[in-house]
Structures are given as structure tokens and as C-alpha cells.
């Protein structure tokens, strides 16, 4: 059993804005008021080595369960050995079972994919069963696929008694896909503003006035199901009860609009593809969720939650459940619970950075699955992009800086069972490489994400090198030996094995290297939750270094990793002043010198990493530098968040503590501790102050001797919103005969504000188009329709919120013209395109049934003759069925139904862009 030496403990921030107690470890003279200068937080879990697992796609250790208890074919069981969206049959046992190959790993802590009870087949998608773990109609057991209650608990010791953690994917955003609406399943998703919620006596309100509790009525409307929702929602008669825990039968709990389209207000409000949004605003919803997870961390002793749809939920109920999760189980002895959420989105840009840690500051939960992280390690390791980009990610990592948490606790990963395999991934980005590149280029992605901050999770089967075909299903291959043929015949990078194979082999290379890189960050564990500075990155593909320094010994360990396909020799700045490096990873010379400038000269190999560790230790400061604080500015990606920035003037390892207070004469708060230039924070003013508050900011270096050092006071105001039109686009044109959709947005975004929009003719006055109070999107819409082709218009907001100044926006100017396509193409696909000349049915990409465009009247046409049948269809965007449109304009709507009597007949196919909704009629 591996044994994990655990970092010396730095001083733990007190819990919400209190100034801290002086941790022993800070000695020394303070100077210039710097005593309050403490150390950065490694807050939560900082060194934890994750295994993400699907259960049934591990193991099979009980085959007595692979039909989950029930009886008839593949759809009604679920269970299909050769069928990639059905159970394979894996279990609890099975990965109980298996428990000594994760741990080879130097796995710390396992995440399972939701266990609970689902619903095992839905016939809407694909059809397809509920392997996945993401269909829950039993939030209290395990799902019979699986095992048993006991299975899990026999599980969780297991791994216990092994030193393991065992952490669970949960699900607050919605349950498996129950309830209909009278008005058709899987409609098109209908806006708060076109249909407001309203309570049992027929009172329109916003239900995000309500959320939260204290600060406004604590009291929740009364709804009717009958009346209040814009659709009525139904309950199969056989159903009413499935629901476990009983209140998850209450269809007044859901939110009851429709389809999401992944976008904007119904991003939050919206179905996924039909499954049952829960109405999370609703206090009854939160002590809900509350109390199912409160018995599997009092009863099973789990150790942490990784949190599924995180966005897709309402702030207020984050701010809720994450802290009240956090004392439940403190009060049942584990003091080290931990969660994490999944913001999923694309990009590693500041941008991206200002939305994800939103999760962790204003909603005050612990970390996120780092996502940014992974676009970042792809760029890297798998498309040899500049190492520019990848320095830029790491030094915007103070926006997960604040009182209580920062980047050290992000859990990072390479591929997942959404968005694919990292194998694929590298396949896909170098399609000319050899199985020795690939090789390479997988080690260095997992170099990286091992000697980085953050806890680095391994997706099941990458040990082996799994690659798969895509996302979603084709990467959940089976570790034991398939019969499913996309999986049977997958390639592994470094082997000649299969996924035809038992692929439970210790001797692969990819399982090698990452039990290797566990090992070494165990013996050095600075490695893991060490100070990460970046010190070099060349423009182009080369070498990316940075130093990991470990603040009780003041020692240094540089990594140093070359993305490029040749060696690389370089130097690399560091805080020492010995005279050479010892090599502790990687291959080369065993030591490498010291100049006298601190610079240690590493020769890396291609697509290779190499580690090196200080010989001697960082010189002790014989006084506190000097440090300045720059004028406090509202962050570019975010106005909500104030940039706080410091220079400390020294060159050596330092800590700098950032406060604030309101006022001249308020009591002073931790904001954020960072121990790496740049020394910055982005404070959060959105959740406290309002714009034009007085805010006083003030930061202190502490220095490796325990000096301290304070800067003088910046003093700002905050801000006011910042309201952007966001649609139409500025410059561009707007369909004469369409309704022209308006959109703006808030930053930050609040429940109380309103915002009214207007519109100018030709540089005419500015005329109203409507108020929108409806939160968090704010939209209007205006009828051109009358004006001529060419005619110049310009729309603008105004802000309104309750005691402050009305802000207005920017102007956009727009010019009507002919309509013009959204998209490239538009594909009907269904059971009717073998007819049509196409080779398969369900075929997105098929040419033969695309639809055309007709700037006449804005909507897609085609013309098709079709022999007599019963066809079910919908349309497919671009060739693929990542956007599609069913019944109503939904997406991922249900399928249309189109009954051609006998002799066969002619009709015109339509699609209309705005709307969405596909329609067929007779020709004429």
C-alpha cells in the first residue's frame, strides 16, 4: 500500500470574512503594518489522486444482476452486452472486486458515476437505458443493475480499509424523463417573459424574488399545477408514485417549460432532452436535496460529491446546499468532506476562468471540475500550441482566489464519458502520428496534470490508453472484455489489446507512467500543493517550466516539460543560489547546474518531462521587500469583480495577504492569500456592495523568514452594472421579415433589476419596446416588417434597480435586409430517407433529403414525394444530430409523425430558423 506523506499544514482561514489568528509559523519583526500577512490556504483536499469510474462498464462481479430485477427484452431490462447505450454489466462487486488495480494506480479516491436508482430504459432516446446513472427515479438505492445497498457499504469500507476515499456524482438539477405535458413530451422550451409563472390564484411573480430565503418573502407562492406553468404537466397513471423520495412526484416541483436549448434563460429553467427540471428555487426543493444526501454521508460514511449540471442550477440554492453539505457532515466526523461541481464549457481564457469560479466565490462552494484546465492541457500536450497560452492559464488562477479556497483544490482532467477520451483526442489533433508519439504526447498530458496544482483525476480505462471514437457513448468502453462492436475493435495507445480484451493489466505503459507520477508526487509531495510559479514558456511549442516550492523547507522543484518533437536545452530562473539541481523525474543528467544568477540550464527530450529538485534551500530574506498596490479596477471579464494587484520588489518566495473594508473606517477582511506572482486577487463586490460603495484595499507580503511587510491604502468606488446589448450583432443586418429578438445583459446580474429597451428609426427618437423585470435574461422583441429594406436602426437598454442611478447601454445600429441563413445546412432525417434516396435512415448527413433556404420568406423548403407508410422524422443542423429540432421547435424534441396514405404522395418539407419548429403540409 502506498503511502501518502501529507504537506506541513498552513494556516487555515476562518470561515466567512474574519480576520485571521496568527498562525505559529509567521515569526518575526512586522514592518510598515504588514502584521497581518499570513500564508496561502491549501483548503480542502490539495493531494488526492482520483479515479473516475462508471460502474457498469468496470466489472462484472455479480451476473445474477445484469438485468436489474426485471424481466423481458433489452428495453424493458435495460440490459444488452452488445449494445453501447444499454447495461454491459458491471456492478458494486465487481469494482470491489478490482479495488487492488485502482489502488496500483496510487489512487487516493475513487468517483463513481450516480449509483441511485433509474429508470432503465427511456424508448424517447435512442431507445437507451440507464446505465449512464444520470436517470434517477430512486434517490434512496442503489440501482438493482448495480447491486444492493449493502453492495456499496461493503464497497465504501473496502476502499476505506485500503485508504481510499470513495466519492459520489450526484444529481440536483433534474430527474429521469416522467412527466408529459397535456400540450405534447419534449416541447419547445416557452421564456418567463412570453409566459410568467404564476401562483394558485393566478398572480404572475418571478420565482427568483423568492430564492434564497432571508432576503426576500420567505414565504414561496402556492402554485396549481392546472394553472401556473405554461405547460400542464401529466403523470402516466402507472407512474404517479415511481419517484422515491415522495415529494419528487409533486409535478409542482419542477420548472414545467420545456426543452432546453442549452442557452441563455432556459440554460437554468429548461428539460434536458425531456428529463424533469426541478423547480430548485422552491425551499421545499433545497431541504429536499438536503436530506437525500444527508443519509448517504451520515449513513455511508461517502466522502465527498462530485456535483453534476452545476450551471444549470440557481445560485441561491448553491448557497445554500454546499455550506449546509459541509456542516452535515462535520457534525458526523468528517471534517475533510469535499465537493466539487461541473461547470462544463469550452475555452481556458480569463473569460472562462470568471465564470467557473463564480461557483466557488459568490455561491460559496469548495472547487469545480476544472474544465478550463483541460482545454488548456490539450493545447499543450496534444495540438503543440505556444506555451504562451498555457503560462497565461496558470497565472489567471487568482480568480479562484478568496478567503477560503483557491486553484490548489480544482480537480483537473484530460477526457471524460461526456466529451471523450483524451486517446481520441490526440488521434483527432495529430492523424499523421505514429504509436510512439502518441505515446509521448499521452505521458506529457499526464505529466502536466500530475506535477500541477490541483487534484488530477484518471478516466477509467486511460490507463490502459482507451482512445473510442467520439463522445458520450463511444468513450464508455468496458474494462473487461467487450462484445459491444465499437468497442471490440478499439485501438490503445501503447498496446496491441483491444477493447475485445480483458483490459485489466498492470504492465501498460500509460498505467506505468501514472502509477510512476503517483509515486513521485507521494515521496515529494511539494509536487502536489507546493507554491506553483510559472518561470519560462517559449512562444511557440518548446518548454513550459515552473517551480513547485515547498514553504517549511524552503525547498524547490522545477518541472520542466517540452511540447516540441526535439530536445530542448534552456534556463530556468528560480529563487536558489547553490550551485546545482538533483533530477528526480525524467531522463538526462542527474544533477544540472546552477548559474549565479539562479538559473538552473535543463536539457528536456522531446515530448518529455524532466523534475528536478533544489540541493540546498532557498535563501532565508533578511527583511521584507517592499510592496505597492495598484489602483483597484473592475476585472475586464467581469464587473463584479474587483482586480486587486500588488508588486512585492524582491526576487524570492513570498506571500501576500489582500484585504478590504467598506468605508474609511470599517473593519478589514481576508479577502484572498496568493503565493505566486503575479500577486493579485479578484475580489468579489457583487454579493455585498452596490455600485458606488466606498471600498479600501490594503495587502502585506510575509516573506520565507516570517517577515511581514503592508503597502499603503487604494481606495475605490464600486462600479456601476455593466449593461451590454448583446443581440442583434452591432454593424450587422436584421431580417425585414422577422421579428428582431433584443437582448442585453447585466454584470453583475441581480434579481431586482429591470431593464427597459428602446429603439431609433433612421436617428429618430427613442421610442419604448418593453420592459423585461424577468430574470436572469432580459429580452424584447421588435416588428420591422414595415420598415424598407436598408433602413437604419439602433437599440439601447436602460438599467432600472431599486435606490440606484439607471444605467443605459451602449447603442447597437443594425440595417433591415433580405433574410439570411443561421445555419449551413438542414437535414430532415428520419425513417423516411431510405425512401428518398438516402442509404440509411436516421441519417443527419444525407444530402438527399437537406432542405434549402428561401430568403423570400426566411425558411428552409423541400420538396419530397413519398410512397405510402407511416414515417417518423425531424430536422438535423449541420449535418449532425448535435442540434436538432422535433415537435414544436423543441430540442431534441420528439420525433414528428407523418402518416402518406395509399398511392403515395408529394409534400414540402419546412424548417423555420426563428422558431425552430420543422412543419410538413401537402404540396399543391
Known amino acids: 500500500m502506498r503511502i501518502r506523506h501529507t504537506a506541513p499544514l498552513v494556516a487555515a482561514l476562518a470561515v466567512g470574512l474574519t480576520v485571521l489568528a496568527a498562525p505559529a509559523a509567521v515569526a518575526g519583526p512586522s514592518s510598515s503594518g504588514g502584521g497581518y500577512a499570513r500564508h496561502a490556504l491549501r483548503p480542502a483536499l490539495t493531494d488526492q489522486d482520483f479515479y473516475f469510474v462508471m460502474s457498469d462498464r468496470f466489472a462484472n462481479g455479480d451476473p445474477a444482476n445484469d438485468e436489474g430485477g426485471l424481466a423481458g427484452d433489452k428495453n424493458v431490462t435495460g440490459f444488452d452486452p452488445t449494445g453501447k447505450g444499454y447495461y454491459n454489466g458491471g456492478d458494486l462487486k465487481g469494482l470491489t472486486s478490482k479495488l487492488d488495480y485502482i489502488q496500483g494506480l496510487g489512487t487516493d479516491a475513487i468517483w463513481l458515476t450516480p449509483i441511485f436508482k433509474n429508470k432503465a430504459v427511456q424508448l424517447e432516446d435512442g431507445p437507451s437505458a440507464g446505465y449512464h446513472g444520470y436517470w434517477i427515479t430512486d434517490f434512496t438505492q442503489v440501482d438493482p443493475h448495480l447491486g444492493t445497498n449493502a453492495d456499496l457499504a461493503d464497497l465504501v469500507d473496502a476502499a476505506h480499509a485500503k485508504g481510499m476515499k470513495v466519492f459520489f456524482d450526484i444529481i440536483t438539477n433534474h430527474t429521469a424523463d416522467v412527466i408529459g405535458y397535456q400540450q405534447g413530451d419534449r416541447t419547445a422550451y416557452v421564456s418567463k417573459d412570453a409566459r410568467p409563472y404564476t401562483d394558485a390564484d393566478g398572480d404572475a411573480f418571478d420565482d427568483r424574488d423568492y430564492a434564497g430565503g432571508s432576503e426576500f418573502p420567505a414565504q414561496f407562492p402556492a402554485l396549481d399545477a392546472a394553472t401556473s406553468f405554461p405547460y400542464v404537466?401529466?403523470?402516466?397513471?402507472?407512474?404517479?408514485?415511481?419517484?422515491?423520495?415522495?415529494?419528487?412526484?409533486?409535478?409542482?416541483?419542477?420548472?414545467?417549460?420545456?426543452?432546453?436549448?442549452?442557452?441563455?434563460?432556459?440554460?437554468?429553467?429548461?428539460?434536458?432532452?425531456?428529463?424533469?427540471?426541478?423547480?430548485?428555487?422552491?425551499?421545499?426543493?433545497?431541504?429536499?436535496?438536503?436530506?437525500?444526501?444527508?443519509?448517504?454521508?451520515?449513513?455511508?460514511?461517502?466522502?465527498?460529491?462530485?456535483?453534476?449540471?452545476?450551471?444549470?442550477?440557481?445560485?441561491?440554492?448553491?448557497?445554500?446546499?454546499?455550506?449546509?453539505?459541509?456542516?452535515?457532515?462535520?457534525?458526523?466526523?468528517?471534517?475533510?468532506?469535499?465537493?466539487?461541481?461541473?461547470?462544463?464549457?469550452?475555452?481556458?481564457?480569463?473569460?472562462?476562468?470568471?465564470?467557473?469560479?463564480?461557483?466557488?466565490?459568490?455561491?460559496?462552494?469548495?472547487?469545480?471540475?476544472?474544465?478550463?484546465?483541460?482545454?488548456?492541457?490539450?493545447?499543450?500536450?496534444?495540438?503543440?500550441?505556444?506555451?504562451?497560452?498555457?503560462?497565461?492559464?496558470?497565472?489567471?488562477?487568482?480568480?479562484?482566489?478568496?478567503?477560503?479556497?483557491?486553484?490548489?483544490?480544482?480537480?483537473?482532467?484530460?477526457?471524460?464519458?461526456?466529451?471523450?477520451?483524451?486517446?481520441?483526442?490526440?488521434?483527432?489533433?495529430?492523424?499523421?502520428?505514429?504509436?510512439?508519439?502518441?505515446?509521448?504526447?499521452?505521458?506529457?498530458?499526464?505529466?502536466?496534470?500530475?506535477?500541477?496544482?490541483?487534484?488530477?483525476?484518471?478516466?477509467?480505462?486511460?490507463?490502459?490508453?482507451?482512445?473510442?471514437?467520439?463522445?458520450?457513448?463511444?468513450?464508455?468502453?468496458?474494462?473487461?472484455?467487450?462484445?459491444?462492436?465499437?468497442?471490440?475493435?478499439?485501438?490503445?495507445?501503447?498496446?496491441?489489446?483491444?477493447?475485445?480484451?480483458?483490459?485489466?493489466?498492470?504492465?501498460?505503459?500509460?498505467?506505468?507512467?501514472?502509477?510512476?507520477?503517483?509515486?513521485?508526487?507521494?515521496?515529494?509531495?511539494?509536487?502536489?500543493?507546493?507554491?506553483?510559479?510559472?518561470?519560462?514558456?517559449?512562444?511557440?511549442?518548446?518548454?513550459?517550466?515552473?517551480?513547485?516550492?515547498?514553504?517549511?523547507?524552503?525547498?524547490?522543484?522545477?518541472?520542466?516539460?517540452?511540447?516540441?518533437?526535439?530536445?530542448?536545452?534552456?534556463?530556468?530562473?528560480?529563487?536558489?543560489?547553490?550551485?546545482?539541481?538533483?533530477?528526480?523525474?525524467?531522463?538526462?543528467?542527474?544533477?544540472?547546474?546552477?548559474?549565479?544568477?539562479?538559473?538552473?540550464?535543463?536539457?528536456v527530450p522531446a515530448l518529455s518531462t524532466v523534475v528536478y529538485t533544489s540541493v540546498g534551500r532557498i535563501p532565508r530574506s533578511a527583511r521584507a521587500p517592499r510592496i505597492t498596490l495598484a489602483k483597484p479596477t473592475p476585472a475586464a471579464a467581469s464587473n463584479g469583480r474587483m482586480h486587486v494587484r500588488a508588486t512585492v520588489h524582491g526576487s524570492s518566495f513570498y506571500e501576500v495577504t489582500f484585504q478590504r473594508r467598506i468605508g474609511d473606517s470599517g473593519r478589514w477582511r481576508t479577502i484572498g492569500v496568493d503565493d505566486s506572482a503575479p500577486y493579485q486577487v479578484f475580489h468579489d463586490t457583487a454579493a455585498q456592495l452596490l455600485p458606488g460603495d466606498r471600498v479600501s484595499y490594503r495587502a502585506a507580503v510575509l516573506d520565507n523568514a516570517g517577515h511581514t511587510r503592508g503597502s499603503e491604502i487604494e481606495k475605490v468606488r464600486v462600479p456601476a452594472r455593466r449593461l451590454t446589448v448583446v443581440a442583434p450583432a452591432d454593424g450587422g443586418t436584421v431580417a425585414n421579415i422577422d421579428p428582431v429578438t433584443v437582448s442585453a445583459t447585466v454584470d453583475p446580474e441581480l434579481p431586482t433589476q429591470s431593464v427597459t429597451f428602446q429603439r431609433s428609426v433612421e436617428g429618430g427618437p427613442w421610442t419604448d419596446l418593453g420592459t423585461d423585470s424577468s430574470s436572469p435574461v432580459y429580452v424584447a422583441t421588435d416588428d420591422v416588417e414595415d420598415l424598407p429594406l436598408g433602413t437604419s436602426v439602433r437599440y439601447r437598454a436602460i438599467l432600472a434597480e431599486q435606490g440606484l442611478p439607471t444605467v443605459t447601454s451602449a447603442p447597437v445600429r443594425v440595417t433591415t435586409a433580405k433574410p439570411t441563413p443561421a445555419v449551413d445546412s438542414v437535414t430532415v432525417a428520419g425513417s423516411l430517407q431510405s425512401e428518398l434516396g438516402c442509404p440509411a435512415d436516421w441519417d443527419p448527413a444525407c444530402a438527399a433529403t437537406h432542405l434549402a433556404f428561401d430568403d423570400t420568406d426566411g425558411q428552409w423548403h423541400g420538396t419530397f414525394t413519398l410512397p405510402p407508410g407511416s414515417y417518423e422524422w425531424k430536422v438535423a443542423i449541420d449535418d449532425a444530430w448535435d442540434t436538432n429540432y422535433g415537435a414544436g421547435g423543441a430540442s431534441g424534441g420528439s420525433n414528428l409523425v407523418l402518416d402518406v396514405p395509399e398511392g403515395g404522395a408529394t409534400y414540402v418539407f419546412s424548417w423555420d430558423q426563428v422558431t425552430h419548429e420543422p412543419s410538413v403540409a401537402p404540396a399543391t
Open 233 to 603: 404537466p401529466v403523470l402516466d397513471p402507472d407512474e404517479e408514485d415511481l419517484k422515491v423520495p415522495a415529494w419528487l412526484n409533486d409535478v409542482r416541483n419542477y420548472h414545467n417549460r420545456g426543452n432546453t436549448t442549452f442557452t441563455g434563460e432556459d440554460s437554468q429553467y429548461g428539460d434536458f432532452f425531456g428529463l424533469d427540471d426541478l423547480f430548485t428555487e422552491k425551499p421545499e426543493v433545497v431541504d429536499g436535496m438536503i436530506d437525500i444526501y444527508r443519509t448517504w454521508v451520515e449513513d455511508f460514511d461517502i466522502d465527498g460529491f462530485r456535483i453534476d449540471t452545476m450551471k444549470h442550477v440557481d445560485d441561491a440554492f448553491w448557497r445554500q446546499f454546499g455550506p449546509t453539505m459541509q456542516q452535515i457532515a462535520a457534525s458526523d466526523g468528517n471534517d475533510d468532506f469535499f465537493m466539487f461541481g461541473e461547470v462544463a464549457l469550452d475555452g481556458s481564457d480569463a473569460a472562462a476562468k470568471a465564470f467557473t469560479s463564480h461557483y466557488t466565490t459568490t455561491d460559496h462552494m469548495q472547487a469545480i471540475l476544472d474544465f478550463p484546465f483541460q482545454d488548456a492541457a490539450r493545447g499543450f500536450a496534444s495540438r503543440g500550441l505556444g506555451n504562451q497560452r498555457l503560462a497565461r492559464f496558470f497565472r489567471n488562477d487568482d480568480w479562484y482566489t478568496d478567503h477560503d479556497s483557491n486553484a490548489y483544490e480544482l480537480p483537473t482532467f484530460l477526457g471524460n464519458h461526456d466529451m471523450g477520451r483524451f486517446g481520441y483526442f490526440l488521434e483527432t489533433d495529430n492523424p499523421d502520428a505514429d504509436a510512439a508519439e502518441l505515446l509521448a504526447r499521452d505521458r506529457l498530458a499526464h505529466q502536466l496534470m500530475y506535477f500541477s496544482r490541483g487534484n488530477p483525476v484518471v478516466y477509467y480505462g486511460d490507463e490502459q490508453g482507451f482512445t473510442g471514437t467520439g463522445g458520450d457513448q463511444l468513450a464508455r468502453q468496458t474494462m473487461f472484455a467487450s462484445q459491444v462492436p465499437e468497442y471490440m475493435d478499439d485501438e490503445q495507445i501503447g498496446s496491441d489489446r483491444t477493447g475485445a480484451d480483458d483490459n485489466f493489466v498492470t504492465d501498460s505503459p500509460m498505467y506505468k507512467t501514472i502509477a510512476d507520477l503517483a509515486d513521485v508526487t507521494a515521496q515529494y509531495p511539494a509536487l502536489r500543493n507546493g507554491a506553483m510559479q510559472v518561470r519560462t514558456a517559449s512562444a511557440g511549442p518548446g518548454v513550459f517550466a515552473f517551480s513547485r516550492i515547498d514553504r517549511q523547507h524552503r525547498t524547490e522543484f522545477v518541472v520542466a516539460l517540452n511540447n516540441s518533437e526535439q530536445a530542448v536545452t534552456t534556463k530556468v530562473p528560480t529563487y536558489l543560489d547553490g550551485t546545482k539541481m538533483r533530477r528526480v523525474y525524467g531522463s538526462g543528467d542527474p544533477t544540472a547546474p546552477l548559474d549565479r544568477q539562479g538559473r538552473v540550464t535543463v536539457t
